[in-house]
Nanobody
Framework: QVQLVESGGGLVQPGGSLRLSCAVS????????MGWFRQAPGKEREFVAA????????SYADSVKGRFAISRDNAKNAVYLQMNRLKPEDTAVYYC????????????????WGKGTLVTVSS
């Protein structure tokens, strides 16, 4: 079993930056492609970004391309989401996720979820 714990959320102004962290424990961290999802108030959970085990292949939702960057540090058993030029529509609970493969990095196929960290973008 894998446990994921997110941190780093908070209140930021539009145009600001925030870095989310996800601490991973349990099964070997390098076994799982890692990803980030988010769920805005009243909306369905949606894919944000994913990274393979080597940290060399990343995928992003169109809405965050060029603004967000996912990374991982296997030595520290951690995955990160650097969020820049934040917009009010980025406001959501952000969830760390682990999947069996990059191809299964979808809401329905994620194997392990964190409990989320809230990001609020507002003036």
């Amino acid at each position: 079993q894998v446990q994921l714990v997110e941190s780093g959320g908070g209140l930021v102004q539009p145009g600001g930056s925030l870095r989310l962290s996800c601490a991973v424990s349990g099964r070997p961290f390098t076994m799982y492609p890692m990803g980030w999802f988010r769920q805005a108030p009243g909306k369905e959970r949606e894919f944000v970004a994913a990274l393979n085990w080597s940290g060399e292949s990343a995928s992003y939702a169109d809405s965050v391309k060029g603004r967000f960057a996912i990374s991982r540090d296997n030595a520290k058993n951690a995955v990160y989401l650097q969020m820049n030029r934040l917009k009010p529509e980025d406001t959501a609970v952000y969830y760390c996720a682990a999947a069996s493969s990059m191809a299964t990095m979808t809401v329905g196929a994620v194997r392990y979820w964190g409990k989320g960290t809230l990001v609020t973008v507002s003036s």
